[in-house]
Protein backbone atom coordinates (compact mmCIF):
# COMPACT_ATOMS: atom_id res chain seq x y z
CA UNK A 1 0.00 0.00 0.00
CA UNK A 2 1.28 3.24 -0.89
CA UNK A 3 2.09 6.05 1.91
CA UNK A 4 -0.10 9.20 1.31
CA UNK A 5 2.16 12.05 1.94
CA UNK A 6 1.39 13.03 5.17
CA UNK A 7 1.41 9.90 6.34
CA UNK A 8 4.92 9.67 4.63
CA UNK A 9 5.94 12.79 5.99
CA UNK A 10 5.45 12.05 9.86
CA UNK A 11 7.35 8.82 9.31
CA UNK A 12 10.48 10.75 8.20
CA UNK A 13 9.68 13.22 11.18
CA UNK A 14 9.79 10.72 13.68
CA UNK A 15 13.30 8.61 12.37
CA UNK A 16 14.60 12.48 12.76
CA UNK A 17 13.58 12.31 16.23
CA UNK A 18 14.88 8.86 16.82
CA UNK A 19 18.45 9.93 15.30
CA UNK A 20 18.25 13.36 16.91
CA UNK A 21 17.22 11.33 20.25
CA UNK A 22 19.67 8.74 20.04
CA UNK A 23 22.74 11.21 19.63
CA UNK A 24 21.42 14.00 22.04
CA UNK A 25 22.86 13.93 25.56
CA UNK A 26 19.32 13.45 27.22
CA UNK A 27 17.87 10.15 25.21
CA UNK A 28 14.10 10.00 27.24
CA UNK A 29 10.97 10.15 25.18
CA UNK A 30 10.34 13.07 22.80
CA UNK A 31 6.72 13.74 22.08
CA UNK A 32 5.55 15.00 18.77
CA UNK A 33 3.38 17.50 18.08
CA UNK A 34 1.25 17.95 14.69
CA UNK A 35 1.13 21.63 14.43
CA UNK A 36 -1.95 22.26 12.06
CA UNK A 37 -3.06 25.76 12.10
CA UNK A 38 -4.13 26.76 8.46
CA UNK A 39 -4.23 23.80 7.55
CA UNK A 40 -8.22 21.72 6.55
CA UNK A 41 -9.46 19.43 8.29
CA UNK A 42 -8.37 16.94 5.48
CA UNK A 43 -5.17 16.84 6.60
CA UNK A 44 -5.63 16.15 10.24
CA UNK A 45 -7.60 13.53 9.28
CA UNK A 46 -4.92 12.20 6.97
CA UNK A 47 -2.31 12.50 10.05
CA UNK A 48 -4.62 10.77 12.42
CA UNK A 49 -5.12 7.87 10.55
CA UNK A 50 -1.30 7.65 10.22
CA UNK A 51 -1.60 7.57 14.80
CA UNK A 52 -0.71 11.26 15.23
CA UNK A 53 -3.25 11.90 18.28
CA UNK A 54 -1.75 15.41 19.55
CA UNK A 55 -2.34 18.84 17.55
CA UNK A 56 -0.95 22.29 17.96
CA UNK A 57 -3.20 25.35 16.83
CA UNK A 58 -2.26 28.86 17.22
CA UNK A 59 -5.25 30.93 16.07
CA UNK A 60 -8.39 30.83 18.74
CA UNK A 61 -11.11 30.14 16.71
CA UNK A 62 -9.93 28.15 14.22
CA UNK A 63 -8.62 25.80 17.21
CA UNK A 64 -12.28 25.75 18.76
CA UNK A 65 -13.73 24.68 15.24
CA UNK A 66 -11.20 22.39 14.41
CA UNK A 67 -11.90 20.54 18.33
CA UNK A 68 -15.52 20.89 17.73
CA UNK A 69 -15.30 19.13 14.57
CA UNK A 70 -13.16 16.32 15.46
CA UNK A 71 -15.31 15.64 18.69
CA UNK A 72 -18.46 15.39 16.52
CA UNK A 73 -17.58 12.82 13.64
CA UNK A 74 -14.71 11.32 15.93
CA UNK A 75 -15.52 11.12 19.47
CA UNK A 76 -14.32 7.60 20.07
CA UNK A 77 -10.92 9.42 19.20
CA UNK A 78 -8.98 10.73 22.25
CA UNK A 79 -7.12 13.93 20.40
CA UNK A 80 -5.07 16.26 22.65
CA UNK A 81 -5.02 19.72 21.70
CA UNK A 82 -2.56 22.19 22.18
CA UNK A 83 -3.37 26.30 22.30
CA UNK A 84 0.14 27.50 21.20
CA UNK A 85 -0.72 30.60 19.62
CA UNK A 86 0.00 34.64 21.06
CA UNK A 87 -3.32 34.18 23.53
CA UNK A 88 -5.38 37.91 24.32
CA UNK A 89 -7.23 37.91 27.54
CA UNK A 90 -10.65 38.16 25.69
CA UNK A 91 -10.38 34.83 24.02
CA UNK A 92 -9.02 33.08 27.45
CA UNK A 93 -12.53 31.70 28.02
CA UNK A 94 -12.42 29.73 24.60
CA UNK A 95 -9.14 28.23 25.24
CA UNK A 96 -10.25 27.32 28.92
CA UNK A 97 -13.01 25.57 27.90
CA UNK A 98 -12.05 23.61 24.66
CA UNK A 99 -8.50 22.84 24.91
CA UNK A 100 -5.86 20.44 26.76
CA UNK A 101 -2.41 22.10 26.71
CA UNK A 102 -1.83 26.06 26.88
CA UNK A 103 1.66 26.62 25.89
CA UNK A 104 1.81 30.63 25.67
CA UNK A 105 1.14 31.42 29.05
CA UNK A 106 3.57 34.46 30.18
CA UNK A 107 1.51 36.94 32.44
CA UNK A 108 -0.43 36.53 35.98
CA UNK A 109 -3.45 37.97 34.50
CA UNK A 110 -4.18 35.14 31.93
CA UNK A 111 -3.53 32.66 34.49
CA UNK A 112 -6.21 33.76 36.68
CA UNK A 113 -8.72 34.10 33.81
CA UNK A 114 -7.91 30.56 32.56
CA UNK A 115 -8.08 29.07 35.96
CA UNK A 116 -11.57 30.70 36.76
CA UNK A 117 -12.32 29.92 33.19
CA UNK A 118 -11.86 26.08 33.03
CA UNK A 119 -15.02 23.56 33.67
CA UNK A 120 -14.98 22.06 36.51
CA UNK A 121 -16.04 18.50 34.69
CA UNK A 122 -12.66 19.29 32.92
CA UNK A 123 -9.14 17.58 34.18
CA UNK A 124 -7.31 21.16 34.89
CA UNK A 125 -5.55 22.95 31.68
CA UNK A 126 -2.23 21.99 31.13
CA UNK A 127 -0.07 24.98 31.29
CA UNK A 128 3.87 25.51 29.50
CA UNK A 129 4.92 28.77 31.15
CA UNK A 130 6.47 31.06 27.65
CA UNK A 131 10.30 32.50 28.01
CA UNK A 132 11.42 34.83 25.96
CA UNK A 133 14.82 33.07 25.75
CA UNK A 134 16.08 35.53 22.71
CA UNK A 135 15.77 38.54 24.81
CA UNK A 136 14.81 41.65 22.86
CA UNK A 137 14.45 39.70 19.57
CA UNK A 138 10.82 38.60 20.57
CA UNK A 139 8.11 40.54 22.40
CA UNK A 140 6.18 36.96 23.78
CA UNK A 141 7.48 35.57 26.93
CA UNK A 142 8.51 35.69 29.75
CA UNK A 143 12.07 37.34 31.13
CA UNK A 144 13.60 34.24 32.93
CA UNK A 145 13.79 35.88 36.15
CA UNK A 146 10.31 36.50 36.33
CA UNK A 147 9.42 33.00 36.18
CA UNK A 148 10.02 31.47 40.01
CA UNK A 149 7.03 34.15 40.32
CA UNK A 150 4.96 32.91 37.70
CA UNK A 151 5.33 29.18 38.56
CA UNK A 152 4.20 29.90 41.54
CA UNK A 153 0.65 31.88 40.79
CA UNK A 154 0.13 28.96 38.16
CA UNK A 155 1.09 26.13 41.22
CA UNK A 156 -1.23 27.77 43.47
CA UNK A 157 -4.36 27.40 40.86
CA UNK A 158 -7.01 25.12 40.89
CA UNK A 159 -7.77 24.29 37.76
CA UNK A 160 -4.27 24.82 35.83
CA UNK A 161 -1.21 22.49 36.06
CA UNK A 162 2.23 23.71 35.48
CA UNK A 163 3.97 21.33 33.50
CA UNK A 164 6.44 22.90 31.97
CA UNK A 165 8.03 25.49 29.77
CA UNK A 166 8.21 26.71 26.22
CA UNK A 167 10.17 28.61 23.90
CA UNK A 168 10.50 29.95 19.74
CA UNK A 169 13.54 31.61 19.46
CA UNK A 170 14.51 34.10 17.42
CA UNK A 171 15.55 32.34 14.34
CA UNK A 172 19.06 31.22 14.01
CA UNK A 173 20.35 28.84 10.99
CA UNK A 174 23.46 27.59 13.17
CA UNK A 175 22.93 24.92 14.91
CA UNK A 176 25.92 25.42 17.30
CA UNK A 177 24.27 28.80 17.93
CA UNK A 178 20.41 27.00 18.37
CA UNK A 179 21.65 24.72 20.64
CA UNK A 180 23.54 27.02 23.21
CA UNK A 181 19.67 28.89 23.35
CA UNK A 182 18.00 25.47 23.62
CA UNK A 183 20.25 24.73 26.50
CA UNK A 184 19.96 27.90 28.21
CA UNK A 185 15.99 26.66 28.34
CA UNK A 186 16.86 23.26 29.60
CA UNK A 187 19.13 24.96 32.62
CA UNK A 188 15.73 26.83 33.19
CA UNK A 189 13.50 23.89 32.96
CA UNK A 190 16.08 22.19 35.53
CA UNK A 191 15.89 24.35 37.97
CA UNK A 192 11.95 24.63 37.65
CA UNK A 193 12.14 20.56 38.58
CA UNK A 194 13.23 21.21 41.39
CA UNK A 195 10.70 22.69 42.65
CA UNK A 196 7.95 21.20 41.21
CA UNK A 197 7.95 17.97 40.61
CA UNK A 198 4.78 17.77 38.65
CA UNK A 199 6.52 19.63 35.68
CA UNK A 200 7.98 17.44 32.90
CA UNK A 201 7.67 18.85 29.33
CA UNK A 202 9.82 21.48 27.86
CA UNK A 203 8.08 22.32 24.48
CA UNK A 204 10.63 23.45 21.74
CA UNK A 205 12.06 23.05 18.48
CA UNK A 206 10.03 23.39 15.13
CA UNK A 207 10.60 22.27 11.58
CA UNK A 208 13.81 24.09 11.16
CA UNK A 209 15.87 23.88 15.14
CA UNK A 210 14.20 20.33 16.01
CA UNK A 211 17.64 18.46 15.90
CA UNK A 212 19.43 21.03 18.41
CA UNK A 213 16.27 21.23 20.59
CA UNK A 214 16.23 17.45 21.45
CA UNK A 215 20.18 17.17 21.74
CA UNK A 216 19.50 19.99 24.67
CA UNK A 217 16.46 18.24 26.10
CA UNK A 218 13.33 19.01 24.54
CA UNK A 219 10.60 16.59 25.48
CA UNK A 220 7.85 18.25 22.65
CA UNK A 221 8.52 19.17 19.67
CA UNK A 222 6.30 20.88 17.50
CA UNK A 223 6.31 20.25 13.82
CA UNK A 224 3.97 22.12 11.21
CA UNK A 225 5.75 22.31 7.49
CA UNK A 226 7.71 19.03 7.26
CA UNK A 227 4.36 17.17 8.07
CA UNK A 228 1.93 19.46 6.19
CA UNK A 229 3.43 21.07 3.83
CA UNK A 230 4.25 25.09 3.78
CA UNK A 231 1.54 27.25 5.03
CA UNK A 232 -0.76 29.42 2.59
CA UNK A 233 -1.20 32.32 4.73
CA UNK A 234 1.95 34.09 7.33
CA UNK A 235 2.36 32.52 10.40
CA UNK A 236 1.21 36.09 12.19
CA UNK A 237 -2.14 37.09 10.90
C1 LIG B 1 3.84 27.62 13.41
C2 LIG B 1 4.43 27.21 14.69
C3 LIG B 1 5.16 26.01 14.80
C4 LIG B 1 5.48 25.10 13.63
O1 LIG B 1 6.45 25.70 12.81
P1 LIG B 1 7.12 24.91 11.56
O2 LIG B 1 8.33 25.69 11.29
O3 LIG B 1 6.11 24.96 10.47
O4 LIG B 1 7.40 23.54 12.00
C5 LIG B 1 5.63 25.65 16.06
N1 LIG B 1 5.41 26.42 17.14
C6 LIG B 1 4.72 27.56 17.08
C7 LIG B 1 4.49 28.35 18.31
C8 LIG B 1 4.22 28.00 15.85
O5 LIG B 1 3.56 29.17 15.80
Given at each position: ??????????Q??????????A????P?????????KT???????????????????????????????????M??????????????????????????????V????????????????????????????????????????????????????????????????A?????????????????????????????????????D????????????????????G?????Q??
Amino acid sequence: MTMNPIEQNLQNVREKIASAAACGRYPHAVTLLAVSKTKPVAAIEEAIASGQRGFGENYVQEGVDKVLYFREVMPQVALQWHFIGPLQSNKSRLVAEHFDWCHTVDRHKITQRLSEQRPAALSPLNVLLQVNISGEASKSGIKPADLPALAATVAALPHLTLRGLMAIPAPESDYARQLAVFQSMNDLFAQLKLHYPQVDTLSMGMTDDMSAAIAAGSTLVRIGTAIFGTRDYPQHV
